[in-house]
């Protein structure tokens, strides 16, 4: 994050689109070098952290009055995706190279 962004309690973040996933999908099943893999692992969890951040922060800047939860209430949601991603990364097709 930027730190202008930082100060600012702003989030910098690529404007995903259905475009970006598909790119994602291709670079998991159809990679072409064998770090391809590791940057779709890569960017799936800068997603996670960005949905994250974005909630926290919008969670921060409601209106006085209405009831906050605490980052501790997201960390649920935060370790479920994490660790759906790292179930479907297995570093021993990257270490061994592409068979094709």
């Given amino acids: 994050m ?3 962004s930082y100060h600012t309690a702003k989030v910098d973040t690529l ?5 970006l996933s598909e790119c994602l999908e291709v670079l998991s099943t159809q990679p072409e070098w064998a770090g391809d893999r590791t940057l779709a692992q890569l960017v799936r969890m800068q997603l996670v952290t960005e949905r994250m951040m ?3 922060l919008y969670n921060d800047t409601m209106d006085v ?3 906050k939860l605490p980052p501790s209430a997201y960390l649920h949601t935060l370790h479920a995706d994490l660790a759906r991603i790292r179930a479907q990364y297995t570093p021993d097709e990257d270490a061994a190279g ?3």
């Fill in 2 to 4: 930027h730190s202008i």
């Fill in 15 to 19: 404007r995903w689109t259905p475009h």
């Fill in 54 to 56: 974005v909630t926290v």
């Fill in 65 to 67: 009055d209405s009831p």
């Fill in 98 to 100: 592409l068979s094709s």
